[in-house]
């Protein structure tokens, strides 16, 4: 962690400097232990996605109260984060083809149980070397194209080849199927979701059939997220998901139809937000010290948390609020929910967790800048 | 510097884990060079915009190739970066109202030449207070809001007024005026710009008019940006330009029409990029390993240096490029040229900098991640 950070353990939340990314630790701890239950009733495993925490501590708190069974990630060095905080099971949800990144993963399958996707034969013959080498074991997941349009593969006779090849090869053991749907997480209803659930389901069956078919056994399909997992899991073709941003939630998540509920912020708390002040006052405007240092802006602007305020300018440093009645002062405090939470904690050396309006810890961001 | 870095002095691009930042030094040497000679010959001060690199060595480099004056910076944990690494001029071209940052402020102006922005006449009360407390003397610079709409103050009786304060207040020095118009500098024309600063230096003529008037001598003018510095030194208002990313370029600035060219990425080196490799082929096609955690989107995707591929999915960790021919291979690298350089700067611990294809050097973002 950086030498300087925003905050100490014992402050009030009125002395931690602003911009900082601070954790409401009840509202975490109540969506954690919330999707545990879920899940449990719903009869489907949850890995956690630590791709959108980079937090060795948020996944040990997942593991702990919610009953997730490891992490998934997306580059080797993030998992190499997790495995140094003590994390045993880790799914890297994403191609390694650098030669360099190939050596450290099998290298680190010697430390922890870790399993990775491919989409490519040469992938699988490029694993299956390192871990010879290193006398490790991977798992593979074939990663299936079900509808992203970005890695993985499109038919069921590549999934099989590519399965087999696994199942075969020195050093890899074969673990089953990745299938991720990023559009499908954000799609305006839930009746549109559930209808393209039904195809990604079909999708994942039709490849366990072919699997099964070709003898080989297909031990776990894992996917979705926390926009889609309630129609994964129902549909009966997933062992696993995959949901990530549940744990904070965001501006942009928020607005998606949840399946219990209209919008998702009903379902699941906001407990992630960059805390601001105001810097100057104008007429008809505020103008807080958070900007795109502190939030990235790709997803929309952030809302305020609690008050009604419309964001009408985001820049590196300031966000500029339409306050017509002039309300808010210089040095008042808003949470402003960023929007989009995963490249948000990517920014930051620290999460500042709060419990009733004290500073119980600073977690680092264990992982981040690491995306090799 | 994180302990995980993605290269080491004296590898070769190809050896350079990606995604990485990456700064080619002969074309960031050029870029300084020629803005150093362009402002001489124009008859005025450059203090480079430190917000966009958050690097002491390319500070160092635009001082020591491009004349620079010192450093300008937006935050006073930016500020402390710049003074460790040996800056001893800087100008904070913002507010500072947390008491906490106001009184670090102070001391920080009792190991370097320090000034900042006032708009509200209680800031002014508070500098006095605290440089006093550290017997240190800060300058003040009053900001005038000449049409970003942000901080600033919008009449010339209110910058008289807070110049008079900043003269009179024990432990300040009254600097002279901070004039900046952020969306002056992505004008879509060259005399749309021209008819803007203007605009601008008519403002800032009547302001010190009236300070003239008021018998307060008013030392410094500073203010403009990449998109604007032609312009504003032309309009002979200002004593000083801010400049910041005609050093390295991006994607956004690149298409902002030039003084002397049709687009500012005639005039400017693209000196900085995001190494990407490809991570995965598909039919029509290619899926890069950088994404949302390597390059900031809100100013839009990257293009692709020096290669005609069309940008069609920018996420977390991917970049999607449309590859009719499906001409690239799995292991390809492009240079990524990122949609807006600041924030991208600050995602990373380090530019790696090359030198005739070799990395010369790891230069850290020296304040990355330090906001408050």
Not at 247 to 261: E, I, K, L, T
Request: glycine fraction near 10%; charged fraction near 25%.
């Amino acid at each position: 962690m950086s030498p300087d950070l925003p905050a100490r353990p014992g402050q009030t939340e009125a002395e931690v400097l602003t911009p900082s990314l601070i954790l409401d630790l009840g509202a975490l701890e109540r969506n954690v232990t919330r999707m545990g239950r879920l899940a449990s009733e719903a009869g489907i495993g949850h890995r956690s996605h630590g791709k959108m925490h980079r937090s060795v501590d948020v996944q040990l708190l997942q593991q702990r109260l919610g009953g997730a069974c490891g992490v998934c990630c997306q580059k080797v060095s993030e998992a190499e984060a997790f495995v140094a905080g003590g994390i045993a099971d880790l799914l890297v949800t994403n191609q390694v083809r650098q030669p360099a990144m190939v050596d450290r993963l099998a290298r680190l399958a010697g430390a922890a149980r870790v399993a990775v996707c491919v989409d490519d034969p040469a992938s699988v013959a490029e694993l299956s070397e390192a871990a010879t080498r290193h006398g490790s074991e991977i798992g593979v997941f074939v990663e299936m194209d079900v509808g992203q349009g970005r890695c993985g593969v499109a038919t069921d006779a590549e999934v099989v080849d590519l399965a087999r090849a696994a199942a075969q090869a020195p050093g890899l053991r074969f673990d089953g199927l990745q299938a991720y749907h990023g559009g499908m997480q954000h799609l305006p209803s839930a009746e549109a979701r559930r209808e393209t659930a039904r195809g990604v389901a079909d999708r994942v069956r039709r490849a366990k059939a072919a699997l099964a078919e070709a003898g080989l056994p297909c031990p776990t399909v894992t996917g979705g997220g926390t926009g889609s997992w309630h129609e994964d899991a129902a549909s009966g073709a997933f062992d696993e998901v995959q949901a990530g941003s549940y744990a904070f939630m965001d501006a942009d998540y928020g607005r998606v139809p949840g399946a219990r509920s209209a919008r998702l912020d009903a379902e699941w708390e906001n407990a992630l937000f960059v805390l601001a002040s105001v810097l100057s006052v104008k007429p008809g405007r505020a103008i807080l010290d958070a900007g795109l240092k502190s939030m990235s802006g790709e997803s929309g602007p952030p809302t305020v948390f609690g008050r009604k305020f419309e964001v009408v300018n985001l820049s590196d440093e300031h966000t500029v609020l339409a306050d017509p009645a002039n309300a808010l002062k210089v040095g008042d405090r808003l949470r402003l929910i960023p929007g989009h939470c995963d490249p948000t904690c990517n920014l930051h050396d620290a999460y500042v967790c709060l419990r009733d309006g004290r500073v119980e810890a600073l977690w680092p961001v264990s992982a981040r800048g690491r995306s090799w």
